[in-house]
């Protein structure tokens, strides 16, 4: 069971949808013991990072989300992706999950139209499961503000957009983070979920 996490501040129902239609058992949750229970683990977001960071304290859900990312498949999506860096800098700085190293800054290159809305190419950088199905001219859909900063080494793929956005992150054994969003990237995005759940 693939638990996507229902804390006040996700786009829980196209993923959950975009679950369904690849025939990927998943559940809503907002407890530490079904967190515990599932085989793997998603993180959605919208918003902003220190409002979604404020959510996941009251839930109680934060110690429980590092623990079970340390040893079952994990994935941020969206803002999700941006919770999971160390420190955030939208509004004010605010720390992050810290499963990866990393912050998470707002994208200020001169004449870029911000957000960042709309579809970019995948490029790919390091090895990643999540890529295995994924060509080498395949396009994804992305809605954001910040971009996280973050070592060569975590970047999976990126986009280009005003230089390098990190598009998806990998920590080398269980975290992953798409700072797109899968579920609204057509079958690119979905063979990208399929390779998430295939890792069960």
């Known amino acids: 069971m693939i638990a996507v996490i ?63 990312a340390a040893k079952k498949p994990f994935l941020g999506i969206c803002l999700g992706m941006q919770l999971i860096f160390e ?48 060509g080498d001219d395949e396009y994804v859909y992305f809605v954001h503000s910040y971009k996280a900063h973050c070592d060569d080494k975590n970047i999976a793929a990126y986009s280009e957009y005003g230089g390098c956005v990190p598009a998806l992150v990998y920590d080398g054994k269980y975290v992953f983070g798409a700072q797109f969003h899968p579920e609204k990237s057509g079958e690119t995005g979905l063979k990208i979920l399929k390779s998430f759940g295939g890792l069960i």
Not at 9 to 22: E, M, Q, R, T, Y
Not at 28 to 47: E, H, N, Q, Y
Not at 111 to 133: A, R, S, T, V
Request: glycine share 10%; proline share 5%; charged share 25%.
């Open 87 to 134: 420190k955030g800098y939208e509004f004010e700085e605010y720390s992050g999950l810290g499963l990866i190293n990393g912050s998470v800054r707002y994208m200020d290159e001169p004449n870029l139209i911000i957000p960042h809305m709309g579809w970019n190419k995948l490029e790919k950088l390091n090895d990643c499961p999540l890529l295995e199905n994924v």
């Open 6 to 68: 229902d804390y006040g501040a996700g786009n829980i129902f196209s993923v959950k949808n975009a679950l369904d239609h690849l025939g990927f058992e998943n559940e809503l949750v907002s407890d530490c013991d079904s967190i515990k229970s599932a085989d793997a683990v998603i993180l959605p977001g919208v918003g902003a990072f220190p409002s979604a960071m404020k959510m996941l304290e009251q839930s109680g859900l934060i110690e429980t989300i590092k623990e079970e």
